[in-house]
């Protein structure tokens, strides 16, 4: 794959606050790739350098290998589309849509032509002569996407645009987001808080807290293996616990030894273990980590089981319901073990 993006050790801060740690990152051609983290974490400001909005304390932004950090956004091959739609109220949806290339001076049969396409592939054939005040939220971001996307920018940046949106619409767009994406074959960054969002879309996920970059992976990378326990807690629900890498493939954890598939750890090392919820099976009685059930939550696609381990919770997530005060052991196999440097 072609790198389209370049971050060379970039910093920034506000005021006293370090908001960016030399912060390292490429970013590859026709890639959805996805900032995530809690709020305060940097991404946003990270996506303002990409744009232009903000300049660096230090380091460089490489664009297909030219510095671009003194271009000026409009000059840039980038496009944004924020969190607040920033649509031009007094236009129509077939103005607002065809903003950009009337800036350009483009001809009139070109722009209807280009429109028209804009407005097939965000589904609002029809709508062109719609006031931008009737249409519903997830309506207006399908506009900001194709104003945005009509100059054929090499690079999408998109800034939390689903965190508006009610639940139900919120997990339609994504998929919707991901379609445009491929059809469009231009690179979007995304920055978002939520990692539904994050794991659905995204070809690659960057994991980011307080100002650093915790882990890079593809969605099943991040979910499966964490690299640490900020990344293990922020990714999903998962049980956490101390333990004992003895050698290659064998690791203890609450007193008893377990076959596991991680390996290149130091012998006898103190490391962490996960477990996700879904991998835990239920048996009753006593096997190898004995408990009691001491709550349970119907979640609609699951129950949520918590089961007391010598005074630790153990989250399960289970089709099978159990009876609070039911005595259990959990079962899990080798692959379901994920070991963390401490």
């Known amino acids: 794959m072609k790198k389209l993006i370049e971050i060379e050790n970039i910093s920034k801060s506000f005021d006293e606050t370090l908001v960016l740690k030399s912060i390292n990152l490429y970013i590859n051609e026709n890639e959805f790739i996805t900032f995530l983290g809690p709020s305060g974490c940097g991404k946003t400001t990270l996506l303002r350098i990409l744009a232009g909005f903000e300049a660096a304390d230090s380091g460089v932004v490489r664009f297909e290998g030219e510095i671009i950090d003194s271009i000026p956004p409009h000059k840039r091959p980038i496009n944004t589309v924020f969190q607040k739609y920033a649509l031009f109220p007094h236009m129509n949806v077939f103005e607002n849509i065809a903003f950009g290339l009337r800036l350009k001076k483009r001809p009139k049969e070109e722009i209807e032509m280009a429109v028209k396409e804009m407005l097939k592939l965000v589904k609002l054939e029809g709508f062109e002569h719609r006031d931008i005040k009737t249409l519903s939220g997830g309506q207006q971001q399908r506009v900001a996407i194709a104003r945005a996307?009509?100059?054929?920018?090499?690079?999408?940046?998109?800034?939390?645009?689903?965190?508006?949106?009610?639940?139900?619409?919120?997990?339609?767009?994504?998929?919707?987001?991901k379609e445009m994406q491929r059809a469009l074959g231009i690179t979007f960054v995304f920055v978002t808080h939520d990692q539904e969002e994050a794991l659905t879309m995204s070809d690659t996920v960057v994991v980011m807290n307080e100002g650093e970059i915790l882990q890079i992976g593809t969605p099943q990378d991040i979910y499966n293996e964490p690299k640490n326990r900020f990344v293990a807690s922020f990714i999903g629900e998962s049980n956490i616990m101390p333990g004992i890498m003895k050698k290659d493939f064998l690791v203890n954890f609450e007193g008893l030894d377990f076959e596991c598939v991680d390996y290149g750890f130091k012998e006898n090392e103190a490391i962490e273990v996960v477990l996700r919820p879904e991998d835990i099976d239920l048996k009753p009685g006593n096997g190898g980590i004995n408990g009691i059930v001491t709550d349970i939550t119907f979640k609609g696609v699951h129950y949520e089981?918590?089961?007391?381990?010598?005074?630790?919770?153990?989250?399960?997530?289970?089709?099978?319901?159990?009876?609070?005060g039911e005595r259990v052991s959990l079962a899990f196999d080798k692959e379901d073990i994920h070991v963390m440097h401490k």
């Open 149 to 177: 996307v009509i100059n054929k920018p090499k690079l999408l940046l998109l800034d939390e645009p689903l965190a508006a949106l009610d639940l139900k619409l919120r997990q339609d767009m994504q998929y919707e987001l």
């Open 305 to 324: 089981i918590i089961v007391d381990v010598k005074g630790k919770e153990y989250i399960i997530h289970s089709t099978d319901i159990q009876r609070v």
